[in-house]
């Protein structure tokens, strides 16, 4: 990187958060007292990746708000569809928050309006200083504004790297010829997560052939009499939902913003309040690995400080003998409730083997079945 170059990242808060969660959903990372801290975890690689390749000298993460937008205004099924967030995910999210705090990079939400609006203001205000601008999301609409200062990166998966989207890679992505077309192509289509509707029949790749002879939404309306048979007739009676389609695609580049792009400059982490957050997420190896072996000696949780199994009286028993398992049974018949967990040789429930058996129902005592 040049002394001088000024490289912007942009990170979508919402859409990460929601990746990070659902990647690890089968096998999820939980507290000590069994919160879900997953997102909160793959935020954290996500940003730490981010500073350690990237390199950003300005850094920013934008989330979207609850207040209705001006699509939802212009069709009001947008989104409607969606669930709702799930309770642990919506737990973990004050954390995420604590997490850019920590770090001191500024979290932006701009009441009604979307994060892709955004930060597609943003990219197009740096663009114009002459930054070069990461956005950060899995999100395949951002492709319209790619450009040759501004692009995707797409956070890689189970330690693969991190994809960098350019021009030549969404022209190639979609089949168009220029950037702007992605948004016909998305106009077209549809989108079923966002309840956008499309025209009837017209998938990803009727859309891509469609919009590589016509060029556009409003040129393909014009020629629909070139069209036949099914596909005609559903173009003709949807006209006016796929120019609406379109407009709701269409990412706003000029959103009012109290803070520019030269307030996202990266600022020092705030190690005290990281030290705090880490411990309390029991993010041990991740603490150390950034703050030193020491930083849980520094801090404690609410719970007061955390401490290693020698210093913790316990009773964990080993169960091998019939003798014992007859114990273990009629234990576990007295309670009214317990805990239990499966070990095996795999994740896969098809081929893994079982090898042993946990079971709890107390706080610092547990009792393991070996199963060979």
């Not at 996500?46 to 001006?70: C, M, R, W, Y």
């Not at 173009?235 to 269409?250: D, G, I, R, W």
Request: proline share 5%; with cysteine.
């Amino acid at each position: 990187m040049a002394a001088d170059e000024k490289i912007l990242f942009l990170l979508d808060g919402m859409a990460l958060v929601y990746r990070g969660h659902f990647a690890l959903i089968r096998n999820p990372r939980l507290t000590s007292e069994g919160m879900n801290t997953s997102a909160v975890f793959a935020f954290a690689n996500t940003l730490l990746s981010i500073v350690n390749k990237g390199q950003p000298t300005h850094l920013a993460a934008v989330f979207d708000t609850p207040e209705p937008t001006s699509r939802h205004k212009r069709f009001p099924a947008y989104k409607a569809q969606r669930e709702a967030m799930p309770e642990d995910l919506s737990q973990a999210l004050p954390y995420v928050f604590r997490l850019c705090e920590a770090f001191n990079i500024p979290v932006i939400r701009a009441p009604g309006w979307e994060a892709d609006d955004v930060i597609g203001t943003l990219a197009k205000q740096a663009e114009s200083e002459g930054f070069r601008t990461y956005m950060v999301t899995p999100d395949k609409d951002y492709g319209q504004l790619v450009s040759a200062q501004s692009l995707i990166y797409k956070p890689g998966r189970g330690g693969d790297e991190a994809e960098v989207l350019g021009v030549a890679e969404i022209l190639a992505q979609w089949q168009i010829e220029r950037i702007e077309q992605v948004i016909d192509v998305l106009g077209l289509m549809g989108d079923s997560s966002d309840n956008v509707p499309g025209v009837p029949g017209i998938g990803p790749k009727t859309a891509q052939k469609l919009i590589a002879k016509y060029g556009s939404v409003e040129n393909l309306l014009e020629h629909t009499d070139e069209l036949k048979g099914k596909q005609q007739q559903n173009v003709e009676e949807n006209k006016e939902q796929a120019l609406l389609s379109k407009e709701l695609v269409t990412i706003e580049c000029a959103v009012p913003l109290e803070v520019g792009v030269g307030d996202l400059a990266l600022k020092e982490w705030n190690r005290e309040k990281l030290e705090t957050l880490f411990v309390e997420l029991e993010f041990n190896t991740l603490g150390k690995r950034l703050l030193g072996d020491d930083y849980r000696a520094e801090q404690g949780t609410a719970h007061g400080p955390l401490k290693d199994l020698a210093e913790v009286e316990h009773d964990y028993q080993l169960i091998d003998t019939p003798a014992k398992r007859q114990d273990l049974i009629a234990a576990l018949l007295a309670q009214p409730s317990f805990c239990f967990d499966c070990e095996t040789t795999g994740l896969d429930a098809r081929r893994c083997d079982l090898i042993g058996l946990a079971f709890a129902w107390a706080r610092h005592t547990g009792h393991y079945v070996s199963l060979p």
